[in-house]
């Protein structure tokens, strides 16, 4: 019926959904197969086969058959019989993943108790796995749900994999980012944030700058060297955008990030230090916008008793006000990238841009620290001048229910690069055919008054507020050539917008930003190419 060591191939003739299945479990390629065989012997699989990698099987338990009924005939030729179940992930549409169960019947006690060992063992040597983590519950982001989607989609499945948890529900604001400084971490295998975007900041933050204080780095010096954490983040939405959920798994579900967790899927991400006068301000993954997003964010903040509408009439207001910012952005072109941002080939998981981007840069690193080539210093920095309706700078397409192909459709979340994306000053119809792009497949850089760039650093200088930082100042004189001749220089002064740092307001508006290539780790694997919902064929 089947062999009696794990490391060979297991195969035997089960019944699933009282059906006669050959059912076969490869070691070698860590996969459970099973298929319909009405005939004697196991027969070659059809094309109804399915298969589930044994990485993707949650837990594996012995059912419990007294006081079932079995009214199909073919039951009462077993005697006792005996079953084994398989949770595993489902894919279903748009992204989501499922827990699914399948029950495999046999009609051999011992036969029974192989398959439970074996597939048991198999799924002890996957060490990628979370056993303990520490989760903080945001009661009051979104619509103030976090606890109650915890407790009836996530917390099961925690329990059915054997993952013990911490949990900590916040109070106020900063909470998960101060415990994060205080407490021991080193027993927890992860850090999962239930919330928002918001609350993932805070998570961010906190590992980020603990990390970095274990280390004895500095955080406000700009050209610091981070110190990745050896912790993945995991992010259960419970937010009103869910933002970088969305962008890294392709949905805002929480049933779908919890099994993400449990089976221990990684995925890299690259972070932005923004600092002014060497001192840091914030991080950012995801959206650094000034101008009409900044605008946004600044007036939906006196608006909180409005609730999310906040955001739409702050987004109304701030359109209709068409207001445009005059000032100087200095970058530095992100040379070791492999892609650019209107080559139409998104960030997907498993991503090639991403490896490769990242080993380039590694080789780059390497030659600046042996004198090989030029140090930063002395790089080739480009500089754009005038008046502009947005500047938004993304680590990540920020993709969302609204904007599915988010505002750098072709960003990607770990080639050491973020999208420079410039908006000058239009027409506000013109502006309106921009904005609207965002929500369909057209390209939204395909217009004369937006330029995009693909950068490792930039610097942002208002003209309107004197500059304090004098190494920027200097260092615009020195190094930068201009490259805004077709765009002469403004004159009519316009007061400052902020700057909208994923989701919170900077007030400063000369800032210098750096992007930390996968400095942070989720429990995610990247956006999937479309595959065939339910268990894989």
């Not at 005939?39 to 990698?53: L, Q, R």
């Not at 419990?64 to 005996?82: C, R, T």
């Not at 949770?87 to 192989?114: N, S, Y």
């Not at 650094?288 to 008793?305: A, N, P, Q, T, V």
Request: glycine share 8%.
């Amino acid at each position: 019926m089947g062999a009696t060591g794990t490391a060979e191939p297991l195969h035997s003739v089960l019944w699933v959904k009282q059906q006669r299945c050959a059912v076969s479990l490869e070691p070698a390629r860590a996969v459970l197969r099973w298929w319909r065989s009405p005939g004697p012997g196991a027969g070659a699989p059809g094309a109804d086969a399915c298969s589930v990698p044994v990485s993707e099987i949650i837990a594996v338990e012995e059912t419990d058959v007294h006081g079932k009924h079995h009214s199909s005939g073919k039951w009462q030729k077993m005697e006792k019989p005996y079953a084994f179940t398989v949770h595993c992930v489902k894919r279903a549409r748009r992204h989501r993943w499922k827990w699914a169960q399948v029950t495999f019947w046999c009609p051999e006690e011992q036969l029974c108790h192989l398959w439970l060992q074996t597939l048991r063992e198999m799924l002890e040597k996957l060490t990628s796995r979370p056993k303990h983590l520490l989760v903080f519950i945001n009661p009051f982001g979104g619509k103030g749900q976090g606890k109650r989607i915890y407790e009836r989609k996530v917390a099961p499945l925690f329990t059915l994999a054997s993952i013990t948890t911490d949990i900590i529900v916040t109070e106020h604001a900063n909470q998960a980012k101060e415990t994060l400084y205080e407490i021991n971490i080193d027993k927890y295998d992860g850090i999962v944030c239930v919330g928002g975007d918001g609350m993932f900041s805070e998570v961010l933050h906190g590992l980020i700058g603990r990390t970095q204080r274990s280390a004895g780095v500095d955080q406000n010096h700009p050209r610091a060297v981070l110190v990745p954490s050896s912790l993945r983040i995991g992010i259960i939405p419970a937010g009103s955008t869910d933002c970088v959920c969305y962008s890294t798994v392709g949905t805002s579900d929480a049933e779908t990030s919890a099994l993400h967790i449990v089976v221990g899927d990684s995925l890299a991400m690259d972070v932005s230090s923004v600092h002014h006068n060497s001192t840091l301000l914030r991080y950012s993954v995801s959206l650094l916008g000034y101008g009409f997003y900044g605008d946004i964010i600044k007036d939906s903040e006196k608006k909180r008793w409005l609730g999310l509408a906040r955001y739409d009439f702050s987004g109304l207001k701030t359109f209709l006000s068409h207001h445009c910012y005059e000032g100087t952005v200095s970058f530095l072109p992100a040379q070791h990238t492999v892609g650019s941002p209107r080559d139409g080939k998104p960030c997907r998981a498993g991503c090639f841009v991403c490896r490769q981007s990242r080993q380039q840069l590694e080789e780059e690193q390497k030659k600046a620290l042996y004198g090989l080539e030029a140090a930063e210093d002395v790089e080739e920095w480009q500089v754009v001048c005038g008046k502009f309706l947005a500047i938004n700078a993304t680590n990540m397409s920020c993709a969302c229910r609204r904007s599915p192909g988010g505002l750098s459709p072709a960003a990607h979340l770990g080639d050491g690069s973020s999208d420079l994306i410039l908006i000058r000053k239009c027409s506000r119809f013109n502006f309106l055919r921009f904005l609207i792009r965002h929500t369909n497949q057209q390209d939204q850089f395909d217009f004369t008054f937006v330029e995009v760039y693909r950068v490792k650093k930039f610097q942002f200088t208002s003209k309107h507020v004197e500059d304090e930082d004098s190494d920027l100042k200097e260092g615009g004189k020195k190094r930068f050539g201009h490259i805004c001749s077709s765009h002469p220089s403004c004159c009519c002064a316009v007061s400052n917008s902020s700057w909208n740092c994923d989701g919170e307001v900077l007030h400063s508006p000369a800032i210098e930003v750096r992007v930390h290539c996968q400095l942070v780790r989720l429990f995610a694997r990247g956006i999937e190419e479309n595959l065939k919902p339910d268990l894989h064929s």
